[in-house]
């Protein structure tokens, strides 16, 4: 059993950045397939970065892409998610998941994971 805990999270002004982080418990964190997904209010939840076991391999939706990092320290058991130069539309609930994965490659869907975080929320004002 895994559980994931989602900090950094609070309110900026467009333009500004925000770090979070999403520390994980258990022994074979470092064997985990991690993801970053949001939910803005009155959507789906999508998805946003995701990272290989190694760290080797990251993943980003469009929409992020170029402003965003995914990174992981698996000593730390931490995954962190950089973000700058945020919009008023990066608003939202972002939660962090997880699966035990060994592959070269991240995972993508929601399905795919079996842990999340409770979530933490980011405010982008404009």
């Known amino acids: 059993q895994v559980q994931l805990v989602e900090s950094g999270g609070g309110l900026v002004q467009a333009g500004g950045s925000l770090r979070l982080s999403c520390a994980a418990s258990?022994?074979?964190?470092?064997?985990?397939?991690m993801g970053w997904f949001r939910q803005a209010p009155g959507k789906e939840r999508e998805f946003v970065a995701a990272?290989?076991?190694?760290?080797?391999?990251?993943f980003y939706a469009d929409s992020v892409k170029g402003r965003f990092t995914m990174s992981r320290d698996n000593a730390k058991n931490t995954v962190y998610l950089q973000m700058n130069s945020l919009k008023p539309e990066d608003t939202a609930v972002y939660y962090c998941a997880g699966r035990a994965y060994s592959g070269s490659y991240y995972l993508l869907q929601e399905y795919e994971y079996d842990y999340w975080g409770q979530g933490i929320q980011v405010t982008v004002s404009s």
């Open positions: 258990g022994r074979t964190f470092s064997r985990y397939a």
């Open positions: 990272i290989s076991w190694s760290g080797g391999s990251t």
